[in-house]
């Protein structure tokens, strides 16, 4: 299934760069420059959905769930399941695990790139 990208989201997307959270940041400084390997982008618009984290190569979506996810359970499960069906992979992390274990985060992706290149 081919993905939408809706040019409508381009202004809040880049609005969203801006203003990362702390714990987006931390994160993003271990996605850019390929340091796992492969081109990753921030803030990209998908389909109807700013996604926090893209990478296209590995048709993966990695999402912080930080104080905008609370009391939005339901909301995120519908949001995942359209995302899953463009074939994506959709992980996610809470905004503390990323603050408190960085390092699981990052072995967490490494792990899915290593899959990914098995298959």
């Known amino acids: ?11 809040l997307a880049r609005k969203l760069r ?4 702390s714990p987006e940041i ?8 390929k340091k796992l390997g ?5 803030q990209k618009p998908i389909d ?14 990695v999402e912080v769930d930080g104080k905008v996810h609370i009391d939005k359970g339901e909301d995120d499960i519908k949001r995942q399941s359209k995302l899953e069906s463009f ?3 959709v992980l ?9 274990n960085l390092n699981y985060v990052i072995e967490t992706i490494g792990d ?8």
Not at 1 to 11: A, D, Q, R, S
Not at 18 to 21: A, F, K, L, R, W
Not at 92 to 100: C, V
């Open 112 to 119: 899915y790139v290593e899959k990914f290149e098995e298959e």
């Open 48 to 61: 109807n959905y700013i996604v926090d984290f893209f990478c296209p190569k590995l048709k993966l979506i």
């Open 18 to 21: 801006i203003n990362m959270s």
């Open 87 to 89: 074939g994506l992979k």
């Open 1 to 11: 299934m081919k993905i939408h990208y809706n040019p409508k989201l381009k202004k």
């Open 92 to 100: 996610r992390f809470k905004a503390s695990d990323i603050i408190k």
């Open 26 to 33: 931390l994160l993003w400084n271990q996605l850019k420059g």
């Open 38 to 42: 492969y081109d990753f982008h921030r």
